[in-house]
């Protein structure tokens, strides 16, 4: 009887093991760190952000994951350059007229040593 028990329990772990495996090996590497350049993309993005908000006419309105991955993290982001950041922005919020309509703007921000300096800002 303990014979059958220990080769039970050797196929279990045979069967079991290599499962594990496969599952923690397949796992998405989520405490990976950013690069500086997605870093400095990601700052320009929420700095856009504040710049654009303080521009609308009911920023509280603003819902800013138009799409389903995620909210202006995916705004895309393109370096220009010396610090510079040219972000697009797309997201919903209500208009004078009560409206929900979808604006699309252009923001591009410099890099200063503490802080991001509003370069252009446009509404499309």
Known sequence: MEAL??????????????????SWSN??????????????????????????????????????????????????AEAQGEGRVEVRAQFRANNAFGGTIISDWNCEVQATEDAWQLVNLSEN
Request: net charge negative; hydrophobic share 40%; with cysteine.
């Open 27 to 76: 796992t998405p590497d989520t405490e990976r760190e950013m690069t500086q350049a997605e870093q400095d993309r990601s700052g320009a993005r929420f700095a856009c952000r504040q710049f654009i908000s303080d521009r609308l006419h009911d920023p509280s309105s603003a819902q800013w994951d138009t799409r389903d991955d995620g909210w202006y993290a995916n705004w895309p």
């Open 5 to 22: 028990k220990l080769t039970l329990s050797i196929i279990a772990i045979a069967i079991v093991a290599p499962f594990l495996w496969w």
